[in-house]
DNA sequence: GCGCAACTTTGACATGGATCAATTATGGAC
DNA sequence: GTCCATAATTGATCCATGTCAAAGTTGCGC
């Protein structure tokens, strides 16, 4: 692996209170990679070998069924992905594909589980990086359980400016096709969504969005902390 | 707490690998109580104070949002639930309620996160607990996302089935509509939704349920273990 | 910078579920 | 058993969202 990237990882929520040693032996063993755009990293059902964390570029994790598909997460740089599965040695639930030409580096689950046994700082950090996931599942159910389609976009976007930074405008940071099945939806549904939400507090360009009434959109996304709030400690 | 609970409990895999003395500890300073009911045990917003844990009757977490409500998750005995929020020391993501009378054994979140502390093989069991929990989240969601409000009815019948140890005839453990809202619809479509499996493989009396054609149903499902089996450890 | 493929938007239409309303069934309490 | 509240079913209708089709638009490769 890069050198560059370990500062990154080291400040990672999952890797911050661990001792040196143990980073170090972790990194020793894990082996960094770039794949190019929409390149399929692994696909569901398969045995979960490797830990995945996302040094750089965007990932889906997605689900597939019958014929059907559905982005189930979107990951962004820096974080890890699938530790449930590599926790309990089994399959993957979703498959991931590359969005962007990413960097990822690839962790061995069967080294991780070691050093897991062995630092209880890390075995915390598994914890709470476990719980805090449960919980994003959970917010994500109860949004798909409770909303309409236009008010889980009004919401996405009012969570996205936030998680930016408290920005007004920003550019999609994925495509749009991905962004609706995330949320639920066909391309053509979050395309109707959007423009619905013209008069309700946002400007519209392309992929570039700017809320330009952020009372008025929260009005209609029905924002809650309990559902929108990822910062999860409250 | 009644001593005959004990048993039940100290098999949960939360507290099988744990030591007595830190199980004894535990133990000592939770307490059990019974509730009648359609009993509200808690609401979402509230600090999670206790795990809980479902010794004998059984219990529906459910969001509420907007004036709509949405069964999350039914709990059967015996089982703990809201390890997540217990763990991490936040509010509570889903409310509670009885849906029977119910005996609950209610353990101080702050003594099960420095029994975690202090033992190794609490905090793996928690681990485990939280991966799995996680995991059943995402079964759920891809559930929702992917399948017709028939195609979960079915899968429904068809896991409870499974689990209650490979039956084909069963009545409903809990009342339709909060059936209907587990799985994400309105009791009149459930009620469609039965009625119209009736030639696809199920025979209905009122809240009993026979499959009369595995096969079939399986098909109408489109049964998935990636979805569908909740023994984790595949 | 051209051209093509992929993405997005828009329109018309179909449909799965929701909603509303009216019966019918069910299950305790007495 | 009878009564009454609650749950479940059934029917009619509506609406949000999906589907299908046809333009637009964007952006990448050569």
Redesign the pocket.
């Known amino acids: 692996m890069r050198d560059e990237e370990k500062p990154a990882i080291r400040s990672l929520p999952l890797f911050r209170e661990v001792s040196t040693q143990t980073f170090e032996g972790l990194m020793a063993v894990s082996y960094s990679q770039a794949f190019p755009p929409q390149l399929d990293l692994f696909t569901q059902g398969e045995r979960a070998d490797f830990l995945h964390i996302l040094v750089e570029g965007s990932v889906a994790l997605h689900a597939d069924w019958n014929g059907r598909e559905a982005v189930m997460a979107m990951v962004r740089p820096v974080s890890s992905f699938i530790l449930a599965a590599c926790i309990r040695d089994v399959r993957y639930l979703m498959s991931a594909r590359t969005l962007e030409r990413s960097r990822i580096l690839m962790l061995p689950a069967v080294d991780l589980r070691a050093a897991i046994r062995r630092e209880p700082e890390l075995a915390a950090a598994v914890m709470s990086e476990l719980a805090s996931g449960y919980r994003g599942m959970v917010r994500q159910a109860k949004n798909l359980k409770l909303r309409?389609?236009?008010e889980r976009v009004a919401a996405w976007l009012l969570g996205h400016a936030h998680r930016q930074g408290g920005v007004n405008g920003f550019t999609l940071p994925v495509?749009?096709?991905d962004l609706a099945s995330y949320l639920?939806?066909?391309?053509?549904?979050?395309?109707?969504?959007?423009?619905g939400l013209k008069t309700q507090g946002i400007a519209?360009d392309?992929?570039r969005v700017i809320i330009t009434d952020r009372e008025r959109l929260a009005a209609v996304a029905g924002y809650d902390p309990l559902i929108d709030e990822v910062g999860d400690d409250i």
Chains 1, 2 share one sequence.
């Open positions: 309409t389609a236009r495509e749009k096709r639920g939806m066909t391309p053509e549904s979050l395309s109707r969504a959007l423009s519209l392309g992929a």
